[in-house]
Structures are given as C-alpha cells and as structure tokens.
C-alpha cells in the first residue's frame, strides 16, 4: 500500500499503469485488465503458485509448490523444501493457553543459536522476524488467537533472493492462520 493511506489496490493497480506506460487513472480497461491476469498466469506457472489449506496446522498458506515440491511432516506442523533444501517452507502451530507471544518472539529470535535478527516487530496478536540463519535468510510470521499460535517460517539460500523475496511477499498476503472457510480460495 501507500504511506498515504491509499487503498492497497488502488496502489496497485496504478502502480501496474505506470510499469505499462498506460493512462494513471486506478481503474483498470478490459485490455489492461487481460495483460495483468496474463503477466499472473505467467507467475503462477512459473512458481506453480498454490493456495493450500495445511491440515496439521489449520493455516491456509501461498506455496510456490514448482519451488517447494517436497513435503513432509514437521516437528509442529509442515515442511516444503526444494529438492536440496535452498528454499525451505515450515508451518507451525502451538496450542498453549499459558504461553505468551513476547515470550515465544524472543524465543524465536533466538533459536537457533545461528540466527541474527535484523529486523522485528512484536505487536499484541502477532509478530515478524526476518534475518540471517546461518548462510541462509529467514522469516518467521505468526498470529495469537484464542491461546494458539499459528505462523510460518521460510528460509532460503541469499543468492536465491531476488527470487524468492517476492514470492515471501505473496506468501504473506496469502497467509491466513485462522481461516474462516477451510476450502482454499481461488
């Protein structure tokens, strides 16, 4: 979105005009239209770009599933992984009514003992975590609700960045930890 508080995809779809070099108006033509579901369909071949609903966790996630094709169960949920392991997806769920997001923040910030933050932010029922993990980035998202945290973490080797940092980007949007509908939406 903008800083200036502008609707999300009014910001989009300006921003697509501008890329375009077509008339700045925030509302899409039906030939404008057809090239940005074109230029998507293209990214989503590419990627394999998959909504999915994770049943050990409830989390309805984006997968790059063409990135990401091997999964497997995880210690609290799922994990998708690249054929050797450049690019790792894991989702996690930990129902505890005594346990404390800060708490849990810090403990992420943390572990493993090869993690450097650098960049973080806690709010009431959620929080980010982004940095180096070793060789690799990583990010971990997560939401509070009803005594639960539900979140995912994805890293990935650094000379895979300017691909997959987009992606994590398109990942989040599609992050739903407490889905409303439990079938994926299109």
């Not at 997968?63 to 990135?67: I, Q, R, S």
């Not at 999964?71 to 995880?74: E, S, W």
């Given at each position: 979105?903008a800083?200036?508080?502008e609707?999300p995809?009014?910001?989009?779809?300006?921003n697509?005009?501008?890329?375009?070099k077509a008339?700045?108006t925030?509302?899409l033509?039906a030939?404008?239209?057809?090239?940005?579901?074109?230029a998507?369909s293209?990214?989503e071949?590419e990627?394999?770009?998959?909504v999915?609903?994770?049943?050990a966790?409830g989390?309805?996630?984006g997968?790059?599933?063409?990135?990401v094709?091997h999964?497997?169960?995880?210690a609290?949920g799922?994990?998708?992984s690249s054929k050797?392991?450049e690019?790792?997806v894991?989702t996690?769920?930990?129902?505890?009514?005594?346990?404390?997001?800060?708490?849990?923040?810090?403990?992420?910030k943390?572990?493993?003992?090869?993690?450097?933050v650098?960049?973080s932010?806690l709010?009431?029922d959620?929080?980010?975590?982004?940095?180096l993990?070793?060789l690799?980035?990583?990010?971990v998202r997560?939401?509070?609700?009803?005594?639960?945290v539900?979140?995912f973490?994805?890293?990935?080797?650094q000379?895979m960045?300017?691909i997959?940092a987009?992606?994590m980007?398109a990942?989040?949007?599609?992050?739903?930890?407490f889905?409303?509908?439990s079938?994926?939406?299109?």
């Open positions: 979105g800083l200036n508080g609707d995809m009014l910001t989009a779809i300006k697509f005009q501008k890329r375009t008339k700045v925030g509302v033509t030939e404008e239209r057809a090239r940005l579901v074109a998507n293209d990214r071949q990627f394999g770009w998959s999915v609903l994770d049943p966790t989390i309805r996630i997968l790059p599933a063409k990135m094709p999964a497997r169960d995880a609290r799922t994990r998708w050797h392991g690019v790792q894991e996690f769920r930990i129902k505890d009514p005594n346990l404390k997001l800060a708490a849990l923040f810090e403990q992420e943390k572990a493993p003992s090869s993690r450097k650098e960049y932010v709010h009431d959620n929080f980010f975590i982004s940095g993990q070793g690799k980035k990583f990010s997560a939401r509070l609700r009803d005594g639960e539900r979140g973490t994805m890293l990935f080797d000379m960045e300017t997959v987009p992606v980007v990942m989040a949007s599609a992050f739903s930890p889905p409303e509908r079938a994926p939406f299109a």
